[in-house]
């Protein structure tokens, strides 16, 4: 099986560890995995702020064609190219591109997913012996539908304490653009998140999309929270307690 | 076309800049509090009730299949609804849009000679404007729902669809009975049980002296003729049985085709609305029945931009909202703005594409940017609404209606630097500026920098220690 890594734009430019966290972690599993350089982004940035690029569509479909897998660590972007690319490549009249587009959305795997649908384990030996809470993310719970298997991935982590984040299936208020067009209420709807977060008395917040973790990270580092945030890559990733790349 | 008052924008009210009202609303903590408070509750009914409903999901599938069907055979439909009701003595009106409306009631409450009229809460009439446009003619519209009239005594706009003085508290209501409700007893307390009997009192004196009635309906019955008004207090079975001429205005997406599609409504909408497994009234009436009820019965049918949507592919489900507000319950910017921040009669996710369909894109551009894409509307719809993907298309149409050159620019080139594997590594070389933006970056970014910290640039980007490891 030729897997493929589709990093994201956001973990290539801002946040490799997540990246590099994915990769140890397969390869620790045994799942060897290609970074075709080609790849750049998926186009959900753009889409969700009102421009449509058929290009990105095509530039993911085009680059990834040829692997029988592409795993991604983000369930927003995994859900934009499962669920936005025939979409977009439609509302630009270009039906051939929305065949080939939904073809190759059709094995692109959130990591949760890939791991537990594909590699079919949900203990990967991981050790991290912190108090963590897992804030399941919009996209990943409504778009894609991962359900519990992040937890299941997290429950089987040795030494973890995870507690349940409360109000949970709540939005952070990031939402893209959303948080510039919009400052005032998704810094009032971080304002609660933060709340809940700090509530649980985690050190870690964990969860399987960057953004989201750069939205609430970006709250919790100004009001000097003491919570720092960790991709779910970068805790399974880990074999001696700690989340070094 | 006249669109009414689907936006507002005039008469001090706010207009339909999203983003300045809902700067306003977040520093609100009063109204803060009694939204969150009130969706809260509303959002924990509904939840418990869909959970001990086993075939949920297959409801949700048949309210959709069926508002699909009308919709895609809505002129048989409108044309089965008008046959029926008058052949069983309704007068069928039609109006294309909000002045043709209005001028149609106006001129048939004139007709009956009277100067004053009862009201059912209705989102049509609100749509339209009636009250003032009644009031403009010389006629006084009551509004009967309790909350309605709340809002009719503070000279106050709707803020819920369903519970439109959600924003307002129990002891924010006694100050408006006692400050404009003339016959408010002197001891007035909040108390919910005195607040009750005292719009109670006041309202049964209304219905006993006033001989016609205006409703809206919530759903018309191809099948029969027939239309529905579902509700909580009894006030709206009041206005529909007491008076001598009844006149409904009713859109043209309220049909279903037969009375046994109720079955599947009338489970999905009060679990949806007001988290209750059926609504406390619900009242059908078919044209005029002799010596019992009202005696003159007009129906208004209105479309006021719902051709419009129905012309769009994408948007069009939008039409087969069945006004429950469930999507406004669980809306996290509603629930920190309340209804009034989207400036138009339909509030929430569901106004924030509705609004935008009816009056074009261009007259509100700002509306399908009112959200952050969570998906928790689309996930409680009654009718499988894909509120986001509607939002994600309003939102192309709204930058090709209405170019910004610098949002246009910098998109444009952000595409650029994705289009190629030596552009995109060049453009990663600038991440380490976001060192100086930290703090606090410039505007459009100063907006996240004023409450949140933007990361520390790594030392390297992924693909870096891709290729040299």
Same mark, same amino acid.
């Given at each position: 099986m030729r897997v493929a890594l589709f990093s994201t734009c956001l973990v290539d430019a801002l946040f490799p560890d997540a990246g590099k966290a994915t990769v140890r972690l397969l390869e620790r599993l045994g799942q060897p995995v290609e970074f075709p350089l080609e790849q750049t982004c998926c186009g959900q940035m753009h889409a969700n702020s009102g421009y449509f690029e058929p290009g990105l569509v095509r530039r993911y479909a085009d680059v990834f064609a040829e692997y029988d897998a592409i795993v991604v660590p983000s369930g927003s972007c995994a859900g934009a190219i499962r669920h936005q690319h025939e979409f977009v490549a439609n509302a630009s009249g270009d039906k051939q591109l929305a065949r080939h587009a939904q073809a190759v959305a059709a094995k692109t795997y959130e990591l949760s997913e890939f791991l537990i649908?594909?590699?079919?384990?949900?203990?990967?030996?991981a050790y991290f012996p912190h108090r963590v809470t897992y804030h399941p993310t919009c996209h990943s719970m409504r778009?894609? +539908?991962?359900?519990?298997r992040p937890l299941r991935l997290l429950n089987n982590v040795r030494g973890i304490d995870l507690v349940t984040l409360p109000r949970?299936?709540? #939005? #952070? +208020?990031?939402g893209g653009t959303f948080s510039i067009k919009n400052p005032d209420v998704s810094a009032a709807m971080l304002a609660d998140k933060m709340e809940s977060v700090i509530e649980t008395g985690a050190e870690v917040l964990c969860a399987g999309d960057r953004s989201c973790l750069m939205h609430i990270g970006g709250g919790l580092d100004r009001i000097r929270a003491g919570v720092r945030t960790l991709h779910l890559a970068e805790i399974l990733a880990s074999t001696d307690g700690t989340a070094a790349a | 076309m006249s669109t009414g008052e689907?936006?507002?924008?005039?008469?001090g009210w706010p207009g339909p800049e999203f983003s300045e009202n809902a700067k306003r609303a977040v520093e609100d903590s009063q109204l803060r509090r009694n939204v969150r408070k009130a969706t809260g509750t509303i959002r924990e009914r509904r939840a418990g009730l869909v959970a001990e409903t086993p075939d949920w999901q297959e409801l949700r599938h048949a309210g959709a299949a069926i508002k699909d069907d009308v919709l895609h055979h809505l002129d048989d439909y409108l044309e089965q609804f008008e046959r029926n009701a008058t052949a069983r003595g309704a007068h069928v009106h039609w109006a294309r849009d909000a002045r043709e409306a209005t001028q149609i009631v106006t001129s048939l409450v004139q007709a009956t000679g009277h100067k004053e009229v009862i009201k059912v809460k209705s989102m049509a009439t609100q749509e339209i404007g009636l009250v003032k446009a009644l009031e403009s003619q010389g006629i006084v519209a009551h509004e009967t729902d309790l909350a309605e009239m709340i809002i009719q005594l503070s000279n106050d706009r709707p $803020? %819920?669809?369903?519970?439109?003085? !959600? %924003?307002?508290?129990r002891a924010e209501i006694r100050q408006i009975f006692r400050e404009h409700?003339? @016959? *408010?007893?002197?001891? !007035?307390?909040?108390d919910p049980l005195a607040l009750a009997e005292a719009a109670r009192l006041h309202l049964r004196r209304l219905f006993l002296k006033t001989p016609v009635a205006v409703s809206g309906a919530n759903f018309a019955i191809a099948e029969t003729g027939g239309l529905l008004v579902a509700e909580s207090e009894g006030n709206g079975r009041m206005c529909l049985t007491l008076p001598e001429t009844l006149i409904t205005v009713v859109g043209?997406?309220? !049909?279903?085709?037969?009375?046994? @599609?109720l079955e599947v409504f009338l489970q999905l909408l009060p679990r949806s609305s007001?988290?209750?497994?059926?609504?406390p009234y619900n009242s059908v009436w078919t044209g005029v029945t002799e010596n019992d009820g009202p005696q003159q019965a007009h129906i208004v049918i209105l479309d006021n931009g719902r051709t419009n949507a129905l012309k769009d592919q994408i948007g069009r489900?939008?039409?087969?909202?069945?006004?429950?507000?469930a999507c406004l319950n669980v809306c996290p910017v509603y629930e920190r703005?309340?209804? %009034?921040?989207?400036?138009?009669t339909y509030p929430g996710p569901i106004g924030a594409i509705l609004t935008p369909l009816l009056v074009g894109v261009e007259n509100a551009p700002q509306l399908p940017f *009112? $959200?952050?894409?969570?998906g928790a509307c689309y996930e409680v719809c009654p009718v499988e609404i894909d509120i986001p993907t509607v939002l994600v298309k309003l939102r192309h149409d709204a930058v090709k209606a209405e170019r910004h050159k610098a949002q246009d620019a910098t998109f444009a080139a952000a595409a650029s630097a994705m289009s190629g594997r030596r552009r995109w590594t060049a453009a990663l070389k600038? *991440?380490?500026?976001l060192r100086f933006l930290k703090h606090g970056a410039p505007p459009p970014l100063s907006g996240w920098t004023r409450t949140r910290d933007l990361p520390d640039p790594p030392k390297q980007s992924f693909r870096e220690w891709w290729t040299k490891r």
């Open positions: 649908d594909v590699l079919d384990t949900d203990d990967v030996g778009i894609l +539908g991962v359900g519990d949970n299936t709540e #939005c #952070c +208020g990031f | 689907v936006i507002w924008g005039k008469e $803020s %819920h669809i369903v519970v439109p003085a !959600l %924003h307002r508290n409700m003339p @016959d *408010a007893p002197k001891d !007035l307390t909040d043209i997406e309220k !049909l279903i085709p037969t009375f046994r @599609d007001t988290g209750e497994r059926m609504n489900q939008a039409l087969r909202c069945i006004r429950c507000a703005t309340g209804g %009034h921040a989207y400036g138009a *009112a $959200s952050s894409l969570c600038l *991440a380490p500026l």
